[in-house]
């Protein structure tokens, strides 16, 4: 059967006219069922859908997909939680939730298929410009289901500019790290108001204040050098005041490698300010659903379209 909208444990919008409704509405207010099996890497509904054969099935692909290469880091843009609302008639803020699980569903896919690091943009700073409402139901959201992300003893991270959250969620999110920073099975990093611009004026700022302390330290130990000097033996050797690997030590995202694969779901094929330095040889994917409807065959098609394209990929980081 297929699920209904009242088995994901969220609420559509009132039709206050109708008694029908308020019967109906009544039922629907029970909040069913709609959990996130684990073990199996699947919702209830998909399990009640294709039962054990479904999930025999998705170990026979994913079986077949590990004989050829496996990307190390896949990265999901959760685009389409707000149409998906819409599209369902749900209440306000359900599309979100009802996104949070096919985070979930994904994340556990990719475990499966030996994906040791995942990324997803959950708040952007730009999404600081919505009604407070949103930003505040996004926030509570996030503090309500920041210790669910990182059951799956992954190490997780919060990348962004932190200071920007609220107080609770900065605190979720910064007890979480340390509650897994010895996990080892994979890396899992939410960006929680992040952009990449952000990301990089970030870390061009660290790395400068790096050199000017490096400066000072020299000065200070009288090796005599001045900036001029410094940079002047610098260039001699070949090298440039602030290169490439100074600003890159610094980045939010040196915590996992570049990305193989970003997955941007209901078709949008911009970046929208997410990991715009990381992404440069990187396979743009975007299925034209809607991100809560986003599921294992989505992920299958990505990662055959990233073997189909590796040795291409892998010529031009090379070059
Ligand atoms: C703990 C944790 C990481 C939770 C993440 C929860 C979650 C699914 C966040 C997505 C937030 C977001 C702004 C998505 C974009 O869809 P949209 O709201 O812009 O929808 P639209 O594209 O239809 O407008």
Same mark, same amino acid.
């Given at each position: 059967?297929?699920?209904?909208?009242?088995?994901? &444990?969220?609420?559509?919008?009132?039709?206050?006219?109708?008694?029908?409704?308020? @019967?109906?509405?009544?039922?629907?207010?029970?909040?069913?069922?709609?959990?996130?099996?684990?073990? +199996?890497?699947?919702?209830?509904?998909?399990?009640?859908?294709?039962?054990?054969?479904?999930?025999?099935?998705?170990?026979?692909?994913?079986?077949?997909?590990?004989?050829?290469?496996?990307?190390?880091?896949?990265?999901?843009?959760?685009?389409?939680?707000?149409?998906?609302?819409?599209?369902?008639?749900?209440?306000?803020? !359900? &599309?979100?939730?009802?996104?949070?699980?096919?985070?979930?569903?994904?994340?556990?896919?990719?475990?499966?298929?030996?994906?040791?690091?995942?990324?997803?943009? !959950?708040?952007?700073?730009?999404?600081?410009?919505?009604?407070?409402?949103?930003?505040?139901? *996004?926030?509570?959201?996030? /503090?309500?289901?920041?210790?669910?992300?990182? @059951?799956?003893?992954?190490? &997780?991270?919060?990348?962004?500019?932190?200071?920007?959250?609220? @107080?609770?969620?900065?605190?979720?999110?910064?007890?979480?790290?340390?509650?897994?920073?010895?996990?080892?099975?994979?890396?899992?990093?939410?960006?929680?108001? =992040?952009?990449?611009?952000?990301?990089?004026?970030?870390?061009?700022?660290?790395?400068? /204040? +790096?050199?000017?302390?490096?400066?000072?330290? *020299?000065?200070?130990?009288?090796? $005599? =050098?001045?900036?001029?000097?410094?940079?002047?033996?610098?260039?001699? /050797?070949?090298?440039? =005041?602030?290169?490439?690997?100074?600003?890159?030590?610094?980045? =939010?995202?040196?915590?996992?490698?570049?990305?193989?694969?970003?997955?941007?779901?209901? $078709?949008?094929?911009?970046?929208?300010?997410?990991?715009?330095? /990381?992404?440069?040889?990187?396979?743009?994917?975007?299925?034209?659903?809607?991100?809560? +409807?986003?599921?294992?065959?989505?992920?299958?098609?990505?990662?055959?379209?990233?073997?189909?394209?590796?040795?291409?990929?892998?010529? @031009?980081?090379?070059?």
């Amino acid at each position: 059967m297929p699920p209904s909208i009242c088995d994901i &444990g969220v609420h559509t919008k009132p039709k206050p006219k109708s008694n029908l409704y308020k @019967k109906k509405k009544k039922k629907k207010k029970n909040k069913s069922n709609l959990s996130f099996d684990m073990d +199996e890497g699947s919702t209830s509904h998909e399990t009640q859908r294709f039962g054990s054969f479904g999930s025999f099935l998705r170990r026979c692909i994913l079986s077949i997909l590990s004989t050829a290469t496996i990307p190390n880091h896949i990265s999901f843009i959760m685009d389409g939680n707000r149409r998906y609302c819409k599209k369902k008639n749900l209440m306000e803020g !359900a &599309g979100h939730r009802v996104g949070f699980l096919a985070l979930m569903a994904m994340l556990r896919y990719c475990y499966q298929m030996g994906i040791k690091c995942v990324t997803d943009y !959950a708040f952007s700073i730009d999404n600081f410009k919505r009604r407070p409402e949103e930003v505040q139901s *996004l926030m509570e959201l996030m /503090q309500e289901k920041i210790e669910g992300l990182i @059951k799956e003893e992954s190490m &997780g991270y919060f990348i962004g500019n932190l200071k920007l959250l609220s @107080k609770p969620v900065r605190l979720a999110a910064e007890k979480a790290m340390v509650a897994t920073a010895s996990n080892s099975r994979a890396v899992l990093s939410s960006c929680i108001a =992040y952009t990449s611009t952000d990301e990089i004026v970030h870390a061009v700022q660290e790395s400068c /204040q +790096e050199k000017w302390d490096e400066i000072r330290e *020299l000065n200070a130990s009288g090796a $005599g =050098y001045g900036l001029m000097e410094l940079d002047g033996n610098r260039r001699e /050797q070949g090298e440039h =005041y602030i290169g490439v690997t100074d600003v890159e030590k610094h980045m =939010y995202m040196a915590v996992a490698p570049d990305p193989d694969i970003i997955i941007r779901a209901s $078709g949008e094929t911009r970046l929208s300010n997410f990991l715009l330095w /990381q992404s440069a040889y990187c396979l743009l994917y975007s299925p034209s659903v809607l991100w809560p +409807e986003i599921g294992f065959q989505h992920l299958v098609w990505a990662v055959l379209e990233f073997q189909r394209n590796y040795f291409y990929l892998k010529e @031009k980081k090379k070059a």
